[in-house]
Structure formats: C-alpha cells, structure tokens
C-alpha cells in the first residue's frame, strides 16, 4: 500500500473543535480509508480483520459468523467475501443492508441481546468476532472497566454459541484484557494471542484479543 502520497491539509472550521480537525486530518492522510473506498468497504476497520485473518487463516467458507458491534458492516464485508454462510450482527446503529448479514439495531449490553443473536443464528457459530468499543469519558480507570465489561460479556457469549475449536476476536485497550480475564480465556481456549494489526493506528492503544480452539 502506498504511502507516498501529499498530505491533505485541513483548515479549521469556525465551531469545529481541534479533536474533530484532527479526526478530519487523520482520516485524509489515512492510506487505509483511501483503499477502503477503492476496494468498496464501509471502513478501514475492515483490513484490521483481513490482517488477523492473513496471519491465522481464521475465515472459512461455510462458516456461520457473529458479529458484535458490526456497524458499519466492514468486518461483515469480509466475512462474507470469504464465503461464510451465517452471518449475524447486532450493533446500537444502524447499518446499510449487507448481502448475506442477518442485521439487528440493538446494543449487544441489553440483558435481551444474547438469546436474540441465538435465536437469529439458531445453532452454534465458528466465530464470534467483537469490534465493540464502549462510549468513553475521559477517566482512564471508567474507561478500562467499561472496556473489560464488554469484553467478559463478549467472551461469555462466545462460550454459549461457539462450536469445539471456534474462534472469538475482541478488540482490547491499555495493553489487552486483564489477567483474571486471560486466564479464564486460555482456560476455555488451546491459543491466546493479542495482535496489533498493522491498520491499527499507531497513536491507539487498541489491540485484538485472538483466542482459537475453543475446548468446548
């Protein structure tokens, strides 16, 4: 992928805050938002998941897929280019129809969600993928507990749906899950790994957690 593109330059609107201009500046200067315009991807979140799956061969065809905090549909996309049959995904907005996604607006934290996804995937997945990330305030402490709520829930729902030797993928903060939570992970799975993808800022502290085989 190319980098050597000149750097777009962004003036500072009249009521725009400084954080959004610099969002704006990223987003222009950005060769991953570029090549997801080109290859038709709703995002550029959609390579952080081709990557994982480049390294680990994780994507099958015939696989049936959840997909946690989907919008707007990136990781969906690539799912279902590899030819996975199932998939599900819920997120709190909206997202524009995807060909094969089996789509619900609803927050994943809802006491609700789970038996909703079951009752859409009515079986077990091969994969739970979660590229959630809760509404942060600004206290690092508040944010790494929300982060780790959703994460024990996402790992929790993974152990109810996932087939023997299933996968479960969920974007971490602050150096990955904490150890409580890893340990009970490679309890419940053969490999535990956290991957930094390359599509990943390099100013974000996110990482993905990749567990694989499932113990059932």
């Known amino acids: 992928m190319s980098r050597n593109k000149a750097k777009s330059k962004v003036k500072t609107a009249k009521g725009r805050k400084i954080s959004s201009t610099r969002w704006l500046k990223r987003q222009l200067n950005d060769p991953y938002v570029e090549e997801a315009k080109k290859q038709g991807y709703r995002s550029r979140a959609a390579f952080k998941l081709k990557e994982l799956d480049d390294k680990l061969a994780l994507l099958k065809s015939?696989?049936?897929?959840?997909?946690?905090?989907?919008?707007?549909?990136g990781?969906?996309?690539?799912?279902?280019?590899?030819?996975?049959?199932k998939i599900v995904a819920i997120d709190l907005l909206e997202i524009d129809e995807i060909s094969g996604v089996d789509f619900i607006q609803m927050d994943f934290m809802d006491n609700e969600a789970p038996n909703t996804?079951?009752?859409?995937?009515?079986?077990?997945a091969d994969i739970v993928l979660s590229d959630i990330a809760p509404n942060t305030t600004g206290?690092?402490?508040?944010?790494?507990?929300r982060i780790m709520a959703v994460v024990e829930a996402a790992h929790l729902f993974a152990t109810e749906v996932l087939k023997p030797g299933g996968t479960f993928i969920a974007k971490v903060f602050q150096?990955?899950?904490?150890?409580?939570l890893v340990a009970q992970i490679k309890k419940d799975f053969a490999s535990v790994k956290h991957?930094?993808?390359?599509?990943?800022?390099?100013?974000?502290?996110?990482?993905?957690?990749?567990?694989?085989?499932?113990?059932?």
Not at 139 to 145: A, G, S, V, Y
């Open 195 to 216: 991957i930094k993808p390359a599509a990943s800022r390099k100013e974000s502290s996110e990482t993905y957690l990749v567990a694989t085989g499932f113990r059932g």
């Open 117 to 124: 996804l079951k009752e859409m995937l009515g079986g077990q």
């Open 62 to 73: 015939g696989m049936s897929v959840v997909d946690l905090g989907a919008a707007p549909g």
């Open 139 to 145: 206290h690092k402490q508040t944010d790494h507990l």
């Open 75 to 85: 990781w969906s996309q690539v799912a279902a280019q590899k030819g996975c049959t």
């Open 175 to 180: 150096g990955g899950a904490q150890n409580e």
